[in-house]
């Protein structure tokens, strides 16, 4: 009700102002709106009273006031219906008023009966996906039954509650025996924001709150361990006259060398992200992540040879030093930390913060917008995706508190509680987990730096306010800091405990049930004080809507119960000002409450406890896990005013209790410290690696690649060895009717291509399969298919006319294919082109699957193989995607399994009858709920679905060969259609040239991709961008050009 307490003044004054006859409710306790209406119409003409007057004995009296705004409003809140409220209080005339009454009570009926409707809509949603939800869980729990009667019974002894992460058999972090001789190299990644090291603007907007200020407080916090080399903490650049220019910075020192444990310290990284002279909000980032991941990978790549080069001159091994966890934080940075994972092959871990999901059901609770409205407003199903996307690749997740576990990521996909603990018994058993994988959750409590608490108050001696305040009141308080005589101006009595509570003014504070406690409790009034620190505030009225709701409510009950003199409510306060209040409730042996209906973690909890406050706090939410460490208060149930009094006032009369409390939290505070939190978290960082996670990259870095002379960019040229046949016998390898055997595929695709800068490619050695001496790769990445998915040669032929001869200078040039189809269909729809595949350095086939190099004698990649494949199922989700791919009334043989086409990293179907089957993102919806993690794509104009591990993807195969050649991603020129299979827009953002050719494509397989209630392509592929560019036909000279400016 705290958000309607508007409406409810509204009424009173308005409906005051006539009858005072309130009108009558039957002791059915139904009422008509209509009749209610019709009421306040007679309102004005008087008949009101008339009509009250002769039902006098049929019914109780009712409030029309307490009506509209518990039953009607039923909690609703509106800034529409605040305009009219305003509107009303200036009117004076009463028939102005009774008729601006009227809309109001239309518009709260219309506003009622759409948020029913919502409410019906997202209820039978539920219901579908509750229902789907429990038959992959009974699907995954079918095909993992096959336990040991030990492991049963484990699994039943766990049931009721989540074990601890830290289990038995994990060695905890310790810095004599992990600190040695080790150089840890850490990411961390906070994208949105404004994040720096000193003077942070915490509530400057939304995007900048707690989370800046931990993720600054955990880098400093592990390059003080023993052990860390390195800490990097990367961010989004802004350079915009908004903001302050240290966000432009492109690198803070957070710590210095000589700071940190045994390291070169900590650092703010700062990488050009999306529009490169506006802040804009964490909603408007997401088509931007691309960008940031390629940046960061550039960093990273970067600093893991500097470190390398820092680690040999030691005496150490001169190998790259890669990060030993990246570690994500929100939904954006999760995201970008899952593809940096899995383009680095290093374990991922993941913070929430706040989740997509909870938000959604907040929102759709309210009622004042429909699902459709939310996602367009708060980009609110790409966020969940980012998040799902984070569960696939994380190998654990932080959480403060279990209930995050329970009520929080316990309702997405990629997340089953059940399923998790039985896949982590298998493992522990040494028994095949059949392909799935769950992320581990691992409470962890954030960090807090005590150093700021001082010795002197945390001696058993204080406590005791008299002895600051003397006789000479006025004397005494120019010593005290400002913020206690702000305080106690307030109080009749200052000497009395004080109660404190520390929120911001939100109805889900519950401030509302302390001060009815409060002031309904006459003995704890006579002994106590209370204190309310409820944010900073100028003027009431210009406060946001539910703020001032809440504070008005707090002057009506102070009023109500008569708490002056006893109840302090500042206007402001500063952050500095914050450990001075808990001070000075500790030395007047005050208490501290948080009696929030639902507290996520309860920090303030911490902090209080650190002064030696006692504390009451709500039964929901983290200070159940906070309180059951510390020892240090009593909890309550936040709706009981009752037993809030009651705890409050235990605590302030037993003062061998306060002691005890007081003595419990200074006890145990240090396990909430940051050197704890830091050896927890690497303790869990070092299982999970221990657990099977590859231990590094599949490859060490190549050397830089030499910048070449700008004078050969003028040299482009015919290359013999590019050169079409368009002579049908030029291509020997071709047989009389076109095709080519298997093993002439394999004896054409060992065949090595000789070009006439082979000489000068001895200067230099190779640094990975197929690179040569280039400024720039071209990637052919056109999906040129005919409605029966065979490859439209006449429209790729043009293609490659119009591209190859452009680059032909093979020293100078790269040039890749991408597609979706197998290696065997890729080199005959070249040479149906007439095409020597051996003039390619690199097939990119099977979606991303595979990726081939047909001018060495070894033309697999093996390490590419290897580095994708990690959480692939293999065999284990072959006939799962056949059943959860087909809709209903769908024919088996409308989707079968492409023996022909399918390769150990990708299962390939064939399909008929494209509407019969689900999109993209329901599969993998499906597959995740059943454990899978995998990556799903429809190609050749959706008549083939390829099934391949969770990390392979073209878009993931041009950045590893980026890698791998030493390549800057930027250099990379992709040359694609208007439409394509489904990871078509994936090929878009980033860092990367793209050029559309307008007509190229004429079937795509887009429409396969995502249902109409997901995700927009506009909140993965920026609006406008200067990296990707639509060219009609002439595309040699798009390519000239590219190479020019390179």
Same mark, same amino acid.
């Given at each position: 009700?705290?958000?309607?307490?508007?409406?409810?003044?509204? %009424?009173?004054?308005?409906?005051?102002?006539?009858?005072?006859?309130?009108?009558?409710?039957?002791?059915?306790?139904?009422?008509?709106?209509?009749?209610?209406?019709?009421?306040?119409?007679?309102?004005?003409?008087?008949?009101?009273?008339?009509?009250?007057?002769?039902?006098?004995?049929?019914?109780?009296?009712?409030?029309?006031?307490?009506?509209?705004?518990?039953?009607?409003?039923?909690?609703?809140?509106?800034?529409?219906?605040?305009? $009219?409220?305003?509107?009303?209080?200036?009117?004076?005339?009463?028939?102005?008023?009774?008729?601006?009454?009227?809309?109001?009570?239309?518009?709260?009926?219309?506003?009622?009966?759409?948020?029913? @409707?919502?409410?019906?809509?997202?209820?039978?949603?539920?219901?579908?996906?509750?229902?789907?939800?429990?038959?992959?869980?009974?699907?995954?729990?079918?095909?993992?039954?096959?336990?040991?009667?030990?492991?049963?019974?484990?699994?039943?002894?766990?049931?009721?509650?989540?074990?601890?992460?830290?289990?038995?058999?994990?060695?905890?972090?310790?810095?004599?025996?992990?600190?040695?001789?080790?150089?840890?190299?850490?990411?961390?990644?906070?994208?949105?924001?404004?994040?720096?090291?000193?003077?942070?603007?915490?509530?400057?907007?939304?995007?900048?709150?707690?989370?800046?200020?931990?993720?600054?407080?955990?880098?400093?916090?592990?390059?003080?361990?023993?052990?860390?080399?390195?800490?990097?903490?990367?961010?989004?650049?802004?350079?915009?006259?908004?903001?302050?220019?240290?966000?432009?910075?492109?690198?803070?020192?957070?710590?210095?060398?000589?700071?940190?444990?045994?390291?070169?310290?900590?650092?703010?990284?700062?990488?050009?992200?999306?529009?490169?002279?506006?802040?804009?909000?964490?909603?408007? %980032?997401?088509?931007?992540?691309?960008?940031?991941?390629?940046?960061? %990978?550039?960093?990273?790549?970067?600093?893991?040879?500097?470190?390398?080069?820092?680690?040999?001159?030691?005496?150490?091994?001169?190998?790259?030093?890669?990060?030993?966890?990246?570690?994500?934080? *929100?939904?954006?940075?999760?995201?970008?930390?899952?593809?940096?994972?899995?383009?680095?092959?290093?374990?991922?871990?993941?913070?929430?913060?706040?989740?997509?999901?909870?938000?959604?059901?907040?929102?759709?609770?309210?009622?004042?917008?429909?699902?459709?409205?939310?996602?367009?407003?708060?980009?609110?199903?790409?966020?969940?995706?980012?998040?799902?996307?984070?569960?696939?690749?994380?190998?654990?997740?932080?959480?403060?508190?279990?209930?995050?576990?329970?009520?929080?990521?316990?309702?997405?996909?990629?997340?089953?509680?059940?399923?998790?603990?039985?896949?982590?018994?298998?493992?522990?058993?040494?028994?095949?987990?059949?392909?799935?994988?769950?992320?581990?959750?691992?409470?962890?409590?954030?960090?807090?730096?005590?150093?700021?608490?001082?010795?002197?108050?945390?001696?058993?001696?204080?406590?005791?306010?008299?002895?600051?305040?003397?006789?000479?009141?006025?004397?005494?308080?120019?010593?005290?800091?400002?913020?206690?005589?702000?305080?106690?101006?307030?109080?009749?009595?200052?000497?009395?405990?004080?109660?404190?509570?520390?929120?911001?003014?939100?109805?889900?504070?519950?401030?509302?049930?302390?001060?009815?406690?409060?002031?309904?409790?006459?003995?704890?009034?006579?002994?106590?004080?209370?204190?309310?620190?409820?944010?900073?505030? !100028?003027?009431?009225?210009?406060?946001?809507?539910?703020?001032?709701?809440?504070?008005?409510?707090?002057?009506?009950?102070? !009023?109500?119960?008569?708490?002056?003199?006893?109840?302090?409510?500042?206007?402001?306060?500063?952050?500095?000002?914050?450990?001075?209040?808990?001070?000075?409730?500790?030395?007047?042996?005050?208490?501290?409450?948080?009696?929030?209906?639902?507290?996520?973690?309860?920090?303030?909890?911490?902090?209080?406890?650190?002064?030696?406050?006692?504390?009451?706090?709500?039964?929901?939410?983290?200070?159940?896990?906070?309180?059951?460490?510390?020892?240090?208060?009593?909890?309550?149930?936040?709706? !009981?005013?009752?037993?809030?009094?009651?705890?409050?006032?235990?605590?302030?009369?037993?003062?061998?209790?306060?002691?005890?409390?007081?003595?419990?939290?200074?006890?145990?505070?240090?396990?909430?410290?940051?050197?704890?939190?830091?050896?927890?978290?690497?303790?869990?960082?070092?299982?999970?690696?221990?657990?099977?996670?590859?231990?590094?990259?599949?490859?060490?870095?190549?050397?830089?690649?030499?910048?070449?002379?700008?004078?050969?960019?003028?040299?482009?040229?015919?290359?013999?060895?590019?050169?079409?046949?368009?002579?049908?016998?030029?291509?020997?390898?071709?047989?009389?009717?076109?095709?080519?055997?298997?093993?002439?595929?394999?004896?054409?695709?060992?065949?090595?291509?000789?070009?006439?800068?082979?000489?000068?490619?001895?200067?230099?050695?190779?640094?990975?399969?197929?690179?040569?001496?280039?400024?720039?790769?071209?990637?052919?990445?056109?999906?040129?298919?005919?409605?029966?998915?065979?490859?439209?040669?006449?429209?790729?032929?043009?293609?490659? @006319?119009?591209?190859?001869?452009?680059?032909?200078?093979?020293?100078?040039?790269?040039?890749?294919?991408?597609?979706?189809?197998?290696?065997?269909?890729?080199?005959?729809?070249?040479?149906?082109?007439?095409?020597?595949?051996?003039?390619?350095?690199?097939?990119?086939?099977?979606?991303?699957?595979?990726?081939?190099?047909?001018?060495?004698?070894?033309?697999? !990649?093996?390490?590419?193989?290897?580095?994708?494949?990690?959480?692939?199922?293999?065999?284990?989700?072959?006939? $799962?995607?056949? @059943?959860?791919?087909?809709?209903?009334?769908?024919?088996?043989?409308?989707?079968?399994?492409?023996?022909?086409?399918?390769?150990?990293?990708?299962?390939?179907?064939?399909?008929?009858?494209?509407?019969?089957?689900?999109?993209?993102?329901?599969?993998?919806?499906?597959?995740?709920?059943?454990?899978?993690?995998?990556?799903?794509?429809?190609?050749?104009?959706?008549?083939?679905?390829?099934?391949?591990?969770?990390?392979?993807?073209?878009?993931?195969?041009?950045? *590893?060969?980026?890698?791998?050649?030493?390549?800057?991603?930027?250099?990379?020129?992709?040359?694609?259609?208007?439409?394509?299979?489904?990871?078509?827009?994936?090929? %878009?953002?980033?860092?990367?040239?793209?050029?559309?050719?307008?007509?190229?494509?004429?079937?795509?397989?887009?429409?396969?991709?995502?249902?109409?209630?997901?995700?927009?392509?506009?909140?993965?592929?920026?609006?406008?961008?200067?990296?990707?560019?639509?060219?009609?036909?002439?595309?040699?000279?798009?390519?000239?050009?590219?190479?020019?400016?390179?």
């Amino acid at each position: 009700m705290a958000g309607n307490e508007w409406i409810n003044g509204y %009424l009173e004054a308005i409906l005051d102002a006539g009858t005072k006859q309130p009108l009558l409710l039957h002791r059915d306790r139904r009422f008509s709106f209509s009749a209610l209406i019709g009421e306040l119409h007679d309102k004005g003409s008087g008949r009101g009273a008339k009509a009250a007057a002769a039902a006098s004995g049929e019914g109780e009296r009712y409030s029309t006031t307490k009506y509209f705004v518990e039953e009607v409003v039923s909690r609703f809140h509106d800034t529409d219906l605040h305009k $009219t409220w305003v509107k009303m209080v200036a009117t004076r005339n009463s028939q102005e008023r009774n008729s601006r009454l009227e809309n109001m009570c239309w518009r709260i009926w219309h506003l009622a009966r759409k948020k029913k @409707q919502i409410e019906l809509e997202e209820a039978r949603r539920l219901a579908r996906k509750k229902r789907e939800w429990e038959q992959g869980s009974r699907d995954a729990a079918e095909d993992i039954s096959e336990l040991s009667e030990g492991e049963k019974a484990e699994l039943a002894g766990t049931a009721r509650s989540i074990p601890s992460r830290i289990n038995s058999d994990m060695k905890m972090w310790t810095e004599e025996e992990h600190g040695k001789s080790k150089h840890l190299y850490i990411v961390l990644i906070s994208l949105h924001g404004l994040v720096r090291g000193e003077n942070m603007e915490l509530g400057r907007d939304s995007d900048t709150g707690g989370q800046v200020k931990y993720v600054v407080e955990l880098a400093r916090a592990l390059a003080a361990t023993k052990g860390v080399y390195r800490v990097d903490l990367l961010t989004r650049q802004i350079s915009s006259p908004e903001v302050d220019s240290t966000y432009g910075e492109p690198v803070e020192m957070l710590t210095r060398a000589a700071d940190a444990a045994d390291g070169c310290g900590a650092y703010i990284i700062r990488l050009p992200c999306g529009p490169r002279d506006s802040y804009i909000p964490k909603e408007s %980032l997401w088509p931007h992540v691309p960008e940031f991941v390629d940046r960061a %990978l550039t960093h990273i790549t970067n600093v893991a040879r500097a470190l390398s080069e820092q680690v040999a001159e030691d005496g150490g091994a001169a190998k790259p030093i890669w990060p030993y966890v990246i570690h994500g934080h *929100y939904a954006d940075a999760g995201e970008v930390a899952a593809r940096l994972a899995g383009a680095l092959n290093v374990p991922m871990v993941m913070t929430g913060h706040s989740l997509g999901r909870n938000k959604l059901e907040q929102l759709l609770k309210q009622g004042r917008l429909s699902r459709q409205d939310i996602n367009s407003t708060y980009r609110i199903m790409r966020r969940i995706e980012g998040e799902e996307t984070a569960l696939d690749a994380a190998e654990m997740v932080v959480t403060s508190t279990r209930q995050e576990i329970e009520e929080q990521w316990g309702s997405y996909d990629g997340f089953d509680l059940k399923l998790e603990r039985k896949l982590r018994v298998r493992r522990r058993r040494g028994v095949s987990c059949l392909g799935r994988h769950m992320p581990r959750m691992a409470v962890i409590p954030p960090g807090m730096d005590f150093s700021y608490v001082k010795t002197q108050d945390l001696v058993e001696g204080d406590g005791d306010i008299s002895s600051l305040i003397s006789s000479d009141r006025a004397q005494s308080r120019r010593d005290l800091p400002p913020i206690w005589s702000e305080i106690m101006r307030f109080f009749t009595n200052p000497h009395k405990p004080m109660i404190l509570a520390l929120s911001r003014p939100d109805p889900k504070k519950n401030v509302m049930t302390l001060l009815k406690a409060f002031g309904e409790c006459h003995r704890l009034r006579e002994l106590a004080n209370l204190t309310l620190i409820l944010g900073n505030r !100028d003027d009431i009225e210009e406060m946001p809507g539910s703020s001032a709701a809440v504070l008005a409510m707090v002057l009506k009950s102070i !009023d109500r119960y008569d708490l002056y003199g006893q109840v302090s409510y500042p206007k402001h306060h500063k952050q500095s000002d914050v450990p001075q209040i808990y001070r000075l409730a500790a030395e007047t042996k005050g208490v501290f409450i948080n009696p929030a209906l639902v507290e996520p973690f309860g920090l303030t909890l911490i902090e209080a406890a650190a002064y030696g406050l006692p504390v009451v706090a709500t039964t929901n939410g983290g200070p159940v896990d906070i309180l059951k460490v510390l020892n240090n208060g009593v909890l309550v149930d936040p709706h !009981d005013q009752g037993a809030i009094s009651d705890a409050l006032l235990k605590l302030v009369t037993d003062k061998s209790l306060w002691l005890e409390c007081r003595r419990n939290g200074l006890k145990n505070i240090h396990c909430f410290s940051w050197p704890e939190h830091c050896r927890a978290y690497l303790s869990h960082v070092e299982n999970c690696r221990a657990l099977g996670h590859p231990s590094s990259p599949c490859f060490d870095l190549p050397p830089p690649a030499p910048e070449p002379m700008s004078d050969s960019l003028r040299e482009l040229g015919d290359d013999l060895s590019l050169r079409f046949s368009l002579d049908d016998g030029a291509t020997g390898a071709l047989s009389a009717n076109g095709e080519l055997a298997s093993a002439a595929i394999v004896d054409d695709i060992r065949r090595r291509h000789e070009t006439p800068h082979a000489s000068s490619a001895k200067d230099h050695a190779p640094a990975g399969p197929g690179r040569r001496h280039h400024v720039v790769v071209v990637v052919i990445a056109a999906d040129c298919y005919d409605e029966d998915g065979r490859p439209a040669v006449a429209d790729l032929r043009r293609l490659l @006319q119009a591209a190859m001869p452009a680059v032909s200078d093979a020293g100078r040039a790269a040039y890749v294919v991408a597609t979706g189809s197998t290696v065997e269909e890729t080199m005959e729809a070249l040479r149906s082109c007439h095409v020597d595949p051996g003039a390619f350095d690199a097939l990119v086939c099977g979606s991303g699957s595979e990726l081939y190099y047909p001018s060495r004698d070894a033309p697999e !990649d093996a390490d590419y193989g290897s580095h994708v494949e990690y959480r692939w199922p293999a065999e284990n989700v072959k006939t $799962t995607v056949l @059943q959860l791919a087909r809709l209903d009334g769908a024919k088996e043989e409308d989707l079968a399994v492409d023996e022909a086409a399918c390769r150990p990293r990708c299962h390939a179907y064939s399909v008929k009858a494209r509407d019969n089957f689900r999109k993209i993102d329901a599969i993998r919806q499906r597959l995740r709920m059943r454990g899978f993690r995998c990556n799903l794509v429809y190609a050749r104009a959706g008549t083939r679905l390829n099934v391949i591990p969770l990390f392979a993807s073209r878009a993931f195969a041009l950045r *590893y060969l980026s890698m791998r050649w030493s390549i800057d991603l930027s250099k990379f020129l992709v040359i694609m259609g208007e439409k394509g299979d489904t990871d078509w827009e994936q090929l %878009l953002p980033g860092i990367q040239k793209t050029v559309m050719v307008r007509g190229l494509v004429a079937r795509g397989s887009e429409r396969l991709l995502r249902d109409e209630d997901s995700y927009k392509k506009e909140d993965v592929v920026p609006s406008e961008s200067h990296t990707v560019s639509l060219c009609e036909s002439n595309v040699a000279s798009e390519i000239l050009c590219f190479i020019q400016q390179r």
